[in-house]
């Protein structure tokens, strides 16, 4: 710990040293008076001091066009109260909110500390520029994953092992944390929001699913039905007991809180590598789509899961998942082989993009426009995509299939 002190009190010299460097040379520029000594050729009659020229005026009507153009090019770079000045090259995931705010989790995976932060952009344009943020703030640990909870909490997952909650202010440029809790005994992977919003889980590497209840900040339950690190969980819409999680032993787990044996394990024979990712499909209760390491994507039925529907997408493992708001919702996914795909209900690819130059780690569809898809990753790039909109969603044709 003294090394580190050290180094900072270090670099905070250095930095002082820099900044009277910069003042004396712009005195030097500026023609300061020189350090007092002898004259060395003093002149006896100096003549007639001259005047001073007016300063020049600008011409009439250029202060008003100044002003015009400083507002056409978009609002000031200013970094609101106890954001962060730098934000961290790793993304690891986006969420739009109802509104159209974008909130982003970012984390330093290659510096001496493992921080992380928040950041929310009521612009998401604007996004990843730290000075053009609504709110941001400094984690102590790196954000392993996150997301909305109701219009201001932020539900994370952080690689200290802590389940964290924050909140925005009622003016939103200030993030409050709320509770930290150290519940699990490694990093915790995923998070998600039950429905209802009360509740909510989490799934951590130290094998660990944890039902948790906002209000009370307290555990409700307990499972280690994994014995490896669990890498997704996902909540069912409309059902407050029911969620997804899946891990590293190769075991997809289908949870119902209310039953005494709450896990039952999923065996779907379309992926036969380790699972990484879950996602409910948002129509359908007994639907979801599940994301392998060797990049295949099937769309799997709770009640008959030899029957998936499968194909493969990606040539490296799939982080992520992310179904449209149409009638028949499109999927989107990302993977560690930098891309984003998105598919329609026959898993028939409609959109590809490789613009990525690192793993691809979050993905959030517009609430706004239904065919921009928003994907963020560790090559700290946020890229808007323009995805084609089917013939029959464009026509207002109900392509939900019965």
């Known amino acids: 710990m003294a090394a580190a002190g050290g180094s900072r009190d ?13 003042r004396a040379a712009r005195e030097h520029v500026g023609g300061a008076a020189p350090a007092p000594g002898p004259d060395p050729d003093p002149d006896p009659d100096p003549g007639p001091a001259m005047e001073e020229p007016p300063p020049e005026q600008p011409p009439a009507g250029e202060e008003d066009a100044d002003a015009e153009d400083a507002a056409a090019a978009g609002p000031e ?35 001496r500390c493992w921080a992380g932060s928040l950041w929310v952009f009521a612009d998401p344009r604007r996004a990843p520029s730290e000075g053009f943020c609504t709110a941001g703030v400094q984690t102590e640990a790196g954000v392993a994953d996150l997301c909305w909870v109701a ?37 915790v992977m995923a998070v998600a929001v039950l429905a209802g919003s ?29 014995s490896d690190a669990v890498t997704c969980v996902a909540s069912c819409p409309g059902k407050d007991t029911v969620f997804l999680s899946c891990a590293e032993d190769n075991r ?17 024979s379309a992926c036969n590598h380790l699972p990484t990712s879950v996602m409910w499909h948002p129509h359908k209760s007994d ?14 039925d709770t009640k008959n899961p030899d029957s998936a529907l499968s194909s493969t997408v990606h040539a490296r493992n799939i982080t992520g998942f992310a179904f449209s708001t149409h009638s028949s919702p499109l999927l989107a996914s990302i993977s560690e082989d930098c891309s984003v795909a998105v598919l329609d209900s026959d898993l028939s ?8 130059q690192d793993f691809v780690k979050g993905l959030s ?34 392509c939900v299939k019965e």
């Open 287 to 300: 639907i979801f789509a599940l994301g392998d390491e060797n990049g295949t994507v099937a769309l799997v």
């Open 77 to 111: 770079w200013n970094i609101p109260p106890n954001a962060p000045a730098c934000m961290e090259r790793h993304l690891e995931g986006a969420h739009y909110r109802a509104d159209g705010a974008l909130l982003l989790g970012a984390s330093g995976l290659n510096g």
């Open 252 to 268: 997809t787990l289908l949870w119902d809180t209310r039953c005494p044996k709450p896990a039952t394990r999923i065996v779907c």
């Open 365 to 398: 569809w517009s609430p706004s426009d239904n065919a921009l898809l928003t994907t963020v990753g560790w090559d700290h790039q946020v890229l808007h995509h323009t995805v084609p909109i089917p013939t029959a969603e464009a026509s207002g044709v109900n």
């Open 10 to 22: 270090g670099a905070g010299e250095r930095a002082l040293s820099r900044e009277e460097a910069v």
């Open 151 to 187: 219009d201001r909490g932020i539900l994370v997952a952080s690689d200290s092992g802590a389940v964290e909650l924050w909140e925005l202010d009622e003016k939103e440029t200030l993030i409050v944390n709320k509770f930290c809790k150290y519940e699990h005994d490694d990093i």
């Open 198 to 226: 009360t509740q909510v889980v989490s799934g951590g590497r130290d094998f660990c699913v944890k039902v948790w209840d906002l209000p009370q900040q307290t555990v409700l339950h307990s499972y280690r039905a994994h």
């Open 349 to 356: 690819e409609v959109f590809r993009s490789r613009s990525h």
